[in-house]
Nanobody
Framework: QVQLVESGGGLVQAGGSLRLSCAAS????????MAWFRQAPGKEREYVAA????????VYADSVKGRFTVSRDNAKNTMYLQMNSLKSEDTAVYYC???????????????WGQGTQVTVSS
């Protein structure tokens, strides 16, 4: 069992930056892959980025590629999402997720955080 807590959300102007964090606890001795998802009002949840256990492999949704960077620090059991050049369409609740296993994948995550709100004003 892995417990996840997100932080770092907030209100930012378009073009600005935010850094989200996701702290893991519980079964953190690995290996487990992690990912960020988001859900905007009235829309389905979508994946944003995923990272493998070592941090050496990442995948991104086309909508954030080149603007967002996912990373992790296993010594701190924490994953990050650096978001630059934010757009109004990035407004959503951002969730982190984890799954046992090494590979970065975009689905089948059984463990979820409670979410953190990101609002980008235009």
């Amino acid at each position: 069992q892995v417990q996840l807590v997100e932080s770092g959300g907030g209100l930012v102007q378009a073009g600005g930056s935010l850094r989200l964090s996701c702290a893991a606890s519980g079964r953190t001795f690995g290996p487990y892959a992690m990912a960020w998802f988001r859900q905007a009002p009235g829309k389905e949840r979508e994946y944003v980025a995923a990272i493998n256990w070592s941090g050496g492999s990442t995948v991104y949704a086309d909508s954030v590629k080149g603007r967002f960077t996912v990373s992790r620090d296993n010594a701190k059991n924490t994953m990050y999402l650096q978001m630059n050049s934010l757009k109004s369409e990035d407004t959503a609740v951002y969730y982190c997720a984890a799954r046992l296993g090494s590979n970065a994948v975009v689905a089948d995550y059984p463990y979820w955080g409670q979410g953190t709100q990101v609002t980008v004003s235009s």
